[in-house]
């Protein structure tokens, strides 16, 4: 059997430093890279099959694919869904010589299997996680992500990149120093862990402290916090991955649960929105764009336009409610009580502000 080893994918889900952002956009979503034994045409369609999983998994939001028909067929025949592919010669951490394959696979053909296959669609516009960790290895108790815990930290990335989260690490400045201990994150205290959060206005965070054993294996003790809301478990694993899995899980089932849609044929339905500030053709433009590429969102047509004030009817994949759970990630389109200054056209379920730019 040809051997392969699934690498991180080159695409930017983890965020090193705050930049108080509520959500990010997941790059390169439908792209991925391995490492492969050969450039031989079995080796190829092995690795497309691999990598196009993982791309489901990240585009699906779901971690059981394969018991699904549609899936498997396309899983038996990947190729077709390639757009490009290319090999590349590096270095591993060894200094040993590896083959490296990237493959590039089609958002329409993906996203239509998906749709076909009963499953949802998790568009990339995804909200971020602020993650607080403390491991207590031979070096000590420490802050992962500040100047300690590299390995941990690269293997946080690779599970984040599992799944397709946005991961945000504090930025261990004197104010986080002044708001949040080491001593006060082992002990799990949820209170001083909101407390030192605030300033990073994400609406999730994970909490967590990991021990490693004279063995190597690790276990760990989390809690992910939305809102007023905590939720702990508990994880071990012989390797970082393993412990770090888990959590990782759980966050991404918890969010594809309330953000991804599933949108089956015959399941749209049509709603008209308000919106001001659209000062120029640009602006409208990227409006339009930034509505179609919602999941939730299958066209924004606009039936009504005076000067900088529109009236776009939305044909959706779910309903409104889903749709303002996507609008509060970003703050690019933010609801208004601004009335506007027309007559408008029909029924308007929400008048709203376009900003162009993220909170």
Known sequence: MQFIRVLVSAFAIFIALSGQLSAAVVGNLYDEQLIVESQSRGALKQGAAIALERVFVRVSGRQ???????????LADPEPYMTQYRYQRNKNAEGEDELALSLSFSPRQVNATLQSAGLPIWSANRPAVLVWLVADTVDGRHFVGADAGEDLLMALEAEANRRGLVLQMPLFDLADSANLSVGQLWKMSVEDVRT????????????????????GQWVGSWAVLQGGESTQLDSDGAGEAEVLAAPIDYLADMQAATYSVLASAGNSANTMIHVSGVKDFSGYASLVTYLEG???????????????????ELVLNDDMEKVKRFLSLDGRL?????????????AVRGHYQWSGRGL
Not at 64 to 74: E, I, K, P, W
Not at 198 to 211: K, Q
Not at 307 to 312: R, T
């Open 64 to 74: 059981q694919l394969r018991d699904n028909s549609v899936v498997a067929a396309a």
């Open 196 to 215: 030192a959060s605030a300033r990073y206005s994400t609406p999730f965070i994970l909490m967590g402290r990991l021990s490693q054993f004279s063995t």
């Open 294 to 312: 919602l999941a939730v969102i299958q066209h924004a047509n606009t039936v009504w336009l005076d000067k900088d004030e529109l009236i776009l």
């Open 334 to 346: 933010l609801e208004s009580t601004a009335m506007g200054s027309g007559s408008f056209p029909g």
